[in-house]
């Protein structure tokens, strides 16, 4: 089985380069997706943890999946490294 990494910000699946955020130098960062970081930094830094839940949430409805993986998806934000870090 294939070890599959999320985005530290949004819990997008990284498989692909295409979706991997992007270091000022040009190198893909492997933490974050390109929709939360690019060049060396957050897109949205001033974003909480809060309103980081509703866009999962809202892209998540949009995209026409089930209630249960939407929930799942918005509970495992709080572990991932930038909300981690905020909340010790």
């Given at each position: 089985m294939e070890n599959i990494t999320f985005c530290q910000s949004c819990g997008m699946p990284l498989n692909t380069d295409e979706v991997k955020g992007m270091e000022q130098n040009g190198v893909k960062n492997n933490e974050y997706?390109?929709?939360c970081y690019e060049n060396s930094?957050?897109?949205?830094?001033?974003?909480?943890?809060?309103?980081?839940?509703?866009?999962?949430?809202?892209?998540?409805?949009?995209?026409?999946?089930?209630?249960?993986?939407?929930?799942?998806?918005?509970?495992?934000?709080?572990a991932l490294k930038r909300w981690?870090?905020?909340q010790q």
């Open positions: 997706c390109k929709y930094t957050f897109k949205n830094p001033k974003m909480g943890l809060e309103d980081m839940k509703e866009t999962v949430k809202n892209k998540m409805e949009k995209m026409k999946l089930p209630n249960y993986m939407i929930q799942k998806a918005v509970n495992v934000l709080p981690k870090t905020k």
